[in-house]
């Protein structure tokens, strides 16, 4: 048999998916990968029984049902104060991984390099190859994830085309400020490069912190590519919803690669989710008090058992520092941790391009119930790890 494709050969399986099934396995609190564990709101799942009879039930435009995108433009403009042409600047995806995959490659060649802030989110290191384009990474230095500016800079004398930034971000839960945003502008204009947001947690920022859009920012409109989606802002992850933002010249393009990857997100979840999209500030609102009291209930129970993690500004992940047990291996002590404990978390090394094996993610996008048990669990952790003896993680 000849061989398979090169390009993707050093793919590995998700670890957050991994992690999972570990979870699933040894029945522990699934902390791992990211999804709530509630229901969307009812307006939107009452909209989708309508759908189910009323249809479409047929191909969407390829580019997005154009009510679905009349509401993604009022929206953007109505928290971003940028007016965007639902026709010409808009291309919904099948979330926001498939907006990212599509704006690679309709921006990069193979062997344009693309900056990474490391931690990131594992998506972008498949994206960049099966781009074919080249990751640099410039580091966030824990515990407050802060970056040099003369890191960044270096990364773009490399020549860089482009750089990702994820904000909100997973995993750390850093909330880029107006001064950082703009430090990296800075350098991006210079540069004459462009910036890939992903901002799918914009609406899950705790105060005092605030989103802001890159795109809003001074020469930053033609040069910004936003990528989002509907998923963790309506706890609807299983719909596959999402969107670009850029502009017209940018967005023909990446009408162009979605058309051949995925045809079109699905009709009937589109017509149900513009209700969501028409929300008004109320919703948000409470989205964002909801979150908080989960990162409380979460962030507080670690607080309390005396563990040390990093406060998360926005998105529902948060990191804890286990070097206090002596782990060397986070891979396994997190199945270690799921096994004896009986929490699921995912180790930190499968965001980290540098050696970083003494943090551990958990999520906390759950009921009180399940949060309450986690903590319960992770209350007997030092004792466990006490009595664990022999491990592999050491
Ligand atoms: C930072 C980030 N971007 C993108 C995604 C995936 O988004 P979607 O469901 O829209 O594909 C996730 C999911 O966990 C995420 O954490």
Redesign the pocket.
Known sequence: MKELSERTKDFTDSV?RRMTRIANKYGAVNLS???PDFNPPKQITDRLSEVASEGPHQYALTWGAKNFRDAIAAKYEHFSEIKVDPESEIVVT???????MATMLSITNPKDKVVIFSPF?E?YGADTILSGAEPIYVPLVPPDFTFSIEQLENAFKQGAKALIL?NP???CGKVFTFEELTAIADVVKKYDAYVVT?E??EHIVYAPNKHIYMQALDGMRERTIV??????TYSI?GW???YVIANPEIIDRVKKVHDFLTVGAAAPLMEAATVGLKFDDKYYDELAAHYAHMKEVFVGGLEKLGLKYTDPQG?Y?VLVDVSEFGVKDDVKFCEWLAQYVGVAAVPGSSFFREDVHNLIRFHFAKQDDTLNEAINRLAGLRKAVAEAGDVEWR
């Open positions: 957050i990968q990211g999804f099948c979330g926001s991984t498939e907006a990212m989110y998506n994820c971000s997973n995993p992903d799918v947690y990528c989002n989606s509907l998923s963790k992850t596959r919803l999402g998105a992940y």
